[in-house]
């Protein structure tokens, strides 16, 4: 199993995380954003978007993180993080949903754009985001999990750029249950950190969602 990813990327960080919580061996490539490594014909012919993360694996190559989740999870995380059944599988599939809509849109824009120069207004994205969190602290609030009463892919595809939320300028104090699930997930064995972003040099500012 070989991963490509970016090490600055929270999308590259969700399908890392899940496999080092499933203690999965897998060789991680990073690509260089910045020399446009994601843009040469041999990568692109991995994903045609040109994007990180991609996963191969037995001859075939996945794109996108959540689809790479989805492939992680059903393959060597049985039932307990994607589970067959139609309605479980429902509400962790709702709270992925949010991770690529609000969260994306919000969060993880703000972050790029403060961070990449990503064009676009950081104040549409932060409230985006603040809207992003005022969900899931309502639901954290209740619940220690997202969905199902445990860890599942529904947290990993939320949490990386959830706890990047201050590198997009949104200060998580007023949200403490997102705070104290972020604290659930550190304590998960195998638990890796998500990347610290101090930019220096070259930004990369295309071929990753960051």
């Not at 989805?70 to 599988?89: C, F, N, S, T």
């Not at 849109?105 to 990503?118: C, N």
């Not at 969190?133 to 529904?154: H, K, P, Q």
């Amino acid at each position: 199993m070989k991963l490509y990813v970016s090490a600055r990327s929270g999308n590259s960080y969700k399908p890392r995380l899940l496999l080092a919580l499933l203690n999965v061996p897998y060789e991680s490539v990073e690509i260089d954003l910045a020399k446009r490594e994601q843009k040469q014909p041999r990568f692109v012919a991995l994903n045609p978007r040109g994007q990180v993360p991609v996963l191969e694996d037995e001859g075939a190559a996945y794109w996108d993180s959540t689809a790479i989740l989805v492939y992680i999870a059903r393959k060597h995380g049985g039932e307990q993080w994607l589970p067959a059944d139609p309605a479980e599988m429902a509400q962790v599939m709702q709270w992925m949903a949010l991770a690529q809509n609000e969260i994306h849109y919000g969060l993880q824009f703000a972050r790029a754009i403060i961070h990449f120069s990503r064009p676009g207004s950081l104040e549409e994205c932060q409230a985006h985001g603040r809207t992003a969190l005022r969900v899931l602290d309502e639901r954290l609030g209740r619940d220690a999990w997202l969905a199902l009463g445990r860890a599942t892919v529904a947290d990993i595809a939320c949490f990386p750029y959830v706890a990047l939320a201050p590198e997009g300028g949104i200060p998580l104090d007023p949200y403490p249950g997102v705070l104290q699930w972020i604290g659930r997930i550190k304590a998960l064995p195998g638990y890796v950190p998500p990347p610290s972003l101090k930019p220096s040099g070259a930004r990369a500012r295309a071929g990753v969602q960051h």
